[in-house]
């Protein structure tokens, strides 16, 4: 692999999300590029910036280990730079921001208060904050999360079906929003599907978007068969740490409530319902070993892996603790990409599914020792992915 970040946009995308980056005053963000919006889980935190060769991502600045990184933003002659150690990188753009950004919906809350662009694609966190920070007498929230501060801050705890459908309209409209991706934390109850089925209805009906579903492991599996019935394309499981102790100890409400087993058997009960399913892990809370290991159990039984790299985020129960090294993580995504391509997995072929907060499988390529190895199963992908965006676009307009 290049190991020159000028040359590899892929391990500049890596380590800029293990290094953070500073602003130079020469930069003037208000106007130019997405507001920084702490929504969801927080990962959300970071500067929306598009690297060479089309590759968005989410870079942490507002974290303090951001403040002692060599990456920095400046601003010349009309031009956005990433420079390292004090000299230009490679020149990059911030993601651009739509007018809906700016807008109300008719009941008056902001727009980006129900739903907001992740890259390309638009996430809505439904229900109230996560139960885990309501448990009694402790909260057992998972200790890299801030989801518990967001929910009412940038992000409002109720939205109605109409006030959602007014958000995806104008995202479809405005940014061309192909993939909706609907999230809930831990519900009492496990009542996750009576929360999300009014949503999930009304965008496949009116819109015929793709939809995904993250949630907790429902108590009972016969459900997702609804869920699909339904048009959802995608559901994913973040088990966050495939090491069992490690588990317990950095998610306890999941440990308590549901079990890394549960979540592992609602992935493999999933895979042959949906077109994709994800488990979806940590990099950097646990040995690069065990992150490894979770990437070749789930590609093994035909699911994707999301790998996102751990963000110590402001306010957070682990706000302490250094994000990982690049290198250390470099192995990770480049068993991430092979053992997507070893087993064939339809992986990047949605259109204009461009993710910020994680490195993807087929961006994995850019740690490979030989970018040809695969390339028949490249070819067999870009087929796949022509086919998938003809037949995506063709519905669209038929809908039209």
């Given amino acids: 692999m290049n190991w020159d970040v000028g040359q590899n946009p892929g391990l500049l995308k890596l380590e800029l999300y293990c290094r953070g980056m500073r602003i130079d005053p020469s930069c003037d963000l208000a106007d130019d590029g997405r507001q920084i919006l702490r929504?969801?889980?927080?990962?959300?935190?970071?500067?929306?910036?598009?690297?060479?060769?089309?590759?968005?991502?989410n870079v942490p600045v507002v974290e303090g280990f951001a403040a002692q990184s060599p990456f920095?933003?400046?601003?010349?002659?009309?031009?956005?730079?990433?420079?390292?150690?004090?000299?230009?990188?490679?020149?990059?753009?911030?993601?651009?921001?739509p007018s809906w950004y700016s807008k109300s919906t008719s009941s008056g809350k902001a727009m980006t208060s129900i739903g907001t662009l992740q890259g390309t694609y638009l996430g809505i966190y439904l229900g109230r904050a996560c139960d885990f920070w309501r448990e009694k007498p402790k909260k057992v929230n998972c200790k890299f999360c801030s989801t518990g501060m967001n929910i009412g801050n940038d992000d409002d705890p109720e939205k109605r079906v109409e006030e959602v459908l007014e958000v995806v309209r104008a995202a479809r409209a405005e940014s061309g929003v192909t993939y909706v991706d609907f999230n809930?934390?831990?519900?009492?109850?496990?009542?996750?599907?009576?929360?999300?089925?009014?949503?999930?209805?009304?965008?496949?009906?009116?819109t015929g978007l793709l939809v995904g579903v993250q949630c907790p492991?429902?108590?009972?599996?016969?459900?997702?068969?609804?869920?699909?019935?339904l048009g959802v394309n995608r559901v994913s499981f973040c088990f966050e740490i495939f090491d069992p102790e490690r588990f317990a100890e950095v998610c306890p409400g999941k440990a308590l409530h549901h079990g890394l087993k549960r979540y592992l058997e609602a992935i493999e009960y999933c895979v042959p319902i949906f077109d994709?399913?994800?488990?979806?892990?940590?990099?950097?809370?646990?040995?690069?070993?065990?992150?490894?290991?979770?990437?070749?159990?789930?590609?093994?039984?035909?699911a994707i892996p999301t790998v996102c790299v751990f963000r110590p985020l402001v306010s957070?129960?682990?706000?302490?603790?250094?994000?990982?090294?690049?290198?250390?993580?470099?192995?990770?995504?480049?068993?991430?990409?092979?053992?997507?391509?070893?087993?064939?997995?339809?992986?990047?072929?949605?259109?204009?599914?461009?993710?910020?907060?994680?490195?993807?499988?087929?961006?994995?390529?850019?740690?490979?020792?030989?970018?040809?190895?695969?390339?028949?199963?490249?070819?067999?992908?870009?087929?796949?992915?022509?086919?998938?965006?003809?037949?995506?676009?063709?519905?669209?307009?038929?809908?039209?």
Wanted: aromatic share 12%; glycine share 8%; net charge negative.
């Fill in 217 to 229: 492991p429902e108590a009972d599996f016969e459900r997702y068969h609804r869920l699909r019935a």
């Fill in 184 to 206: 809930t934390g831990f519900l009492v109850g496990d009542n996750y599907l009576e929360v999300l089925e009014p949503y999930v209805k009304a965008v496949k009906q009116e």
């Fill in 276 to 302: 994709t399913t994800n488990g979806e892990i940590i990099a950097g809370l646990e040995p690069p070993q065990s992150s490894i290991a979770a990437i070749d159990w789930l590609t093994e039984r035909g």
């Fill in 72 to 97: 920095s933003l400046h601003f010349s002659s009309g031009q956005y730079w990433v420079h390292k150690d004090g000299k230009p990188v490679t020149p990059v753009r911030l993601s651009p921001c």
């Fill in 316 to 400: 957070t129960d682990y706000k302490h603790l250094p994000p990982p090294e690049p290198e250390a993580m470099v192995p990770v995504f480049r068993r991430l990409y092979e053992a997507c391509m070893e087993r064939g997995l339809p992986i990047g072929i949605a259109p204009n599914v461009n993710v910020s907060l994680v490195l993807l499988p087929d961006e994995g390529r850019y740690f490979t020792e030989d970018p040809g190895r695969f390339w028949w199963n490249e070819t067999k992908l870009a087929m796949m992915k022509a086919a998938f965006r003809t037949r995506f676009y063709v519905g669209q307009w038929l809908r039209a």
């Fill in 39 to 57: 929504t969801r889980a927080g990962l959300g935190s970071g500067l929306e910036l598009l690297l060479p060769e089309g590759l968005w991502t």
